[in-house]
């Protein structure tokens, strides 16, 4: 009699499994960052790839080998679920082999350490030791990086890379550790940041300053105006931080020399949302009758006023398509993949946006800067970091840093689902 392996015959569902897995944590990926979602989506999203995740746990060695089969593009989604299964097995081969297949390029590196913050801290305990005391570099970035991502404090691990020629010399490493410098507030390695701001490459300069900014070093500021005006991968990253330090005297005349800058209209936009300085309104109305940057400045007023475009009726619908969202206000999986980061923005109407900021302008003259209609305290960013939506939760997690000298930044890309995928 033959016998029936039943993995094998039911590998159709596992396959669904996998594809379906893959495809949510893309979604998932992106929507961190998008501005239509808020906690409540992102937990949704979280709650469905958990449930694939379950599933392959049914068949775990036919969703290792399919998983591979599907991996030959080498993107994040594969690199994720291989780690996943991984790591939940507890394999010391298996594991290796995710995190060199993780290793591969930015977008499986990307999958990798989605699943390192992922998983149980019980499942990634020991390597993450390992990983830290080790002698590979590469894996010195990894267990570096997911310290970062889950909050770790690695204590005494820190400084000892910190204090080794080889970890600095692997630059990926270096900036990785100078960044959860900051992020911990680890006040007792501010000497290494003052020491790293004289390097010779720019990303190391950059990390070491951000943290120091973190720390409450405002003389570095200074440092970071060339990242501000110059575009690149650092820009976003520079705007968003100078322009929230809350005792930054320079933010005004930076802001004019960035929106005086060819080709630097939306970084300025970004500069004046993160300002929060209610005085750009009449600027950022201009901004708004341009189709290029209109619908980033009308992200940019909502972000000061805490007006809701949508809500409020001061939008063109001639260029809304309601039809991509259904009755439940969510927006169809498939329309979430694209790039364009204006996607989901709506276009404001300008004549009517115009009108509703005249009537409501004398609210913001009390104070210097505005979040959400409100000014900057620590209670209004406490209550948008549990309750907002994404990209003010990102915002409100970096406030906070800068407001707090003892406050760890806290990591607003943090998975939320509670229920773990074993």
């Given at each position: 009699m033959h016998t029936i392996n039943k993995a094998k015959l039911f590998s159709h569902i596992t396959e669904q499994h996998i594809n379906d897995a893959i495809f949510l944590w893309l979604l998932r990926s992106l929507a961190v960052t998008q501005p239509q979602h808020g906690c409540a989506n992102i937990k949704k999203l979280e709650h469905r790839i958990n449930s694939h995740l379950k599933g392959l746990a049914v068949t775990p060695e036919v969703a290792w080998d399919l998983t591979w089969q599907a991996a030959e593009f080498q993107e994040g989604g594969e690199a994720f679920i291989l780690a996943m299964l991984a790591f939940s097995d507890g394999n010391h081969q298996k594991t290796e082999a995710a995190i060199n297949f993780g290793?591969?390029?930015?977008?499986?590196?990307?999958?990798?350490?989605?699943?390192?913050?992922?998983?149980?801290?019980?499942?990634?305990?020991?390597?993450?030791?390992?990983?830290?005391?080790?002698?590979?570099?590469?894996?010195?970035?990894?267990?570096?990086?997911?310290?970062?991502?889950?909050?770790?404090?690695?204590?005494?691990?820190?400084?000892?890379?910190?204090?080794?020629?080889?970890?600095?010399?692997?630059?990926?490493?270096?900036?990785?550790?100078?960044?959860?410098?900051?992020?911990?507030?680890?006040?007792?390695?501010?000497?290494?940041?003052t020491q790293a701001q004289n390097h010779e490459d720019p990303s190391v300069v950059f990390w070491a300053c951000r943290s120091s900014l973190l720390l409450g070093d405002a003389q570095v500021l200074q440092r970071l105006l060339p990242y501000i005006m110059q575009t690149g991968s650092l820009q976003t990253a520079a705007i968003e931080i100078v322009f929230r330090y809350p005792h930054n005297t320079h933010a005004q005349q930076w802001l004019d020399k960035l929106a005086c800058t060819p080709g630097q209209i939306r970084s300025a936009i970004k500069a004046l949302a993160a300002l929060g300085d209610p005085h750009g309104i009449d600027w950022l109305l201009e901004q708004m009758t341009m189709p290029t940057h209109a619908k980033i400045a009308g992200e940019a007023f909502s972000t000061i006023t805490g007006v809701d475009l949508k809500q409020t009726q001061l939008i063109d619908t001639t260029n809304t398509k309601e039809d991509d969202i259904d009755g439940n206000g969510d927006i169809d999986d498939a329309l979430l993949l694209a790039q364009d980061e204006d996607q989901y923005l709506p276009m404001p109407h300008v004549e009517k946006v115009k009108q509703h900021w005249q009537q409501i302008r004398q609210q913001f003259t009390a104070e210097p800067r505005y979040f959400l209609g409100r000014p900057v305290t620590t209670n209004l960013l406490k209550q948008t970091f549990l309750q907002g939506q994404q990209r003010h939760r990102l915002a409100a997690a970096l406030e906070l840093a800068l407001l707090i000298p003892s406050q760890i930044y806290p990591n607003a890309k943090a998975t939320l689902y509670q229920g773990s995928p074993a």
């Open positions: 290793m591969e390029n930015p977008a499986t590196f990307s999958g990798l350490l989605s699943a390192l913050g992922w998983l149980p801290f019980d499942k990634i305990f020991a390597w993450l030791k390992h990983g830290l005391s080790g002698q590979n570099l590469t894996h010195q970035h990894l267990a570096i990086a997911t310290c970062s991502i889950r909050r770790i404090n690695p204590h005494e691990h820190l400084n000892t890379l910190l204090d080794d020629g080889r970890s600095r010399e692997y630059l990926p490493l270096y900036c990785r550790m100078l960044r959860l410098v900051g992020e911990l507030k680890r006040q007792d390695l501010a000497p290494i940041l």
